[in-house]
């Protein structure tokens, strides 16, 4: 897999605090690459340039041409983990042969099949809908490969006066999530 675009996208471990932990283990669905990158950061994947992958078949929901990933769930058995959201998830998905294994913009959801290898949006508003599935391309290797910048991340119009307090820089130079 190669990772020049998804390094660009400037990658950052992301936790929320959880209590859960789960046992399941879906990583053999999953190619050895994509369980290397996600090992190597633990919780969740965000990204400080935010990250798009851009659609090449019309997606209902999408009106920019690309959807934007959040964030990538990481190695760990909590609710930052791959497998506590793949679990976690066939609750609301009609069909367990597709697996999370990212967060789109309001809740959706990025998958791979389990039997293809196949990644898809899944639109989480119409569980139900035969329509709830879309294809992105036919590998997570690929996926990741094509991520890009987030082109409304970059945005800081109207930001140039805004000042940041000293102990806020001091809390964030000392946060354990940095």
């Not at 599935?133 to 109207?158: A, R, V």
Request: net charge negative.
């Amino acid at each position: 897999m190669k990772l020049d675009n998804f390094k660009q996208l400037h990658p950052y471990l992301f936790c929320r605090e959880s209590a859960k932990v789960v046992d399941y283990d879906y990583y053999s669905f999953f190619p050895k690459d994509y369980i290397s990158l996600i090992q190597s950061y633990q919780g969740m994947i965000a990204f400080e340039n935010g990250a798009v992958f851009r659609i090449k078949s019309k997606i209902p929901v999408i009106t920019k041409g690309y959807i934007t990933i959040d964030y990538l769930y990481g190695d760990s058995k909590d609710e930052n983990g791959l497998n506590y959201n793949i679990f976690d998830t066939f609750d609301i998905m009609p069909d367990d042969n597709f697996l999370t294994f990212g967060e789109c913009f309001g809740g959706n959801k990025v998958c791979v099949h389990k039997n293809t290898g196949n990644v898809y949006f899944f639109w989480h508003e119409e569980p139900s809908d035969d329509e709830c599935y879309y294809y992105l391309t036919s590998s997570i290797d690929i996926f990741i490969e094509s991520l890009e910048p987030d082109p409304e991340e970059g945005n800081t119009q109207g930001l140039s006066d805004v000042t940041v307090s000293q102990s806020l820089l001091e809390l964030i130079k000392n946060s354990k999530y940095k």
